[in-house]
């Protein structure tokens, strides 16, 4: 006798959904050095973050003016993420102050 099997179905699938944020901040003076780097800096674990944690860079990433990044890795949802703009020259890495947002 032929075993039976179930007929065939369409594949079980959930859609988890995305949660990003735009950013946006200004570099207003490069301190007498060609700014090199500027973005943001985020984590949801270290409330000052640096750039020891997650990074997006800006595009273009040099010279002063205004900083726009899309974070476009997920972010886990109800968990609170500390943002700071960001930006390097040959002296080092200026932060411009936390912003706390809930994913």
């Not at 699938?13 to 973005?39: C, H, L, W």
């Amino acid at each position: 006798m032929p075993k039976s099997s179930a007929p065939a179905s369409l594949p079980t699938v959930q859609s988890k959904g995305y949660m990003y944020y735009t950013f946006t901040g200004d570099v207003f003076n490069d301190g007498g050095e060609p700014v090199t780097d500027k973005g943001v800096v985020f984590s949801n674990t270290n409330n000052y973050p640096t750039l020891a944690d997650s990074k997006q860079s800006n595009v273009p990433c040099t010279g002063t003016g205004g900083i726009t990044v899309s974070i476009s890795e997920y972010l886990n949802p109800d968990k609170i993420y500390y943002f700071q703009a960001y930006a390097t020259n040959s002296v080092g890495t200026r932060y411009g102050g936390v912003i706390t947002a809930k994913a």
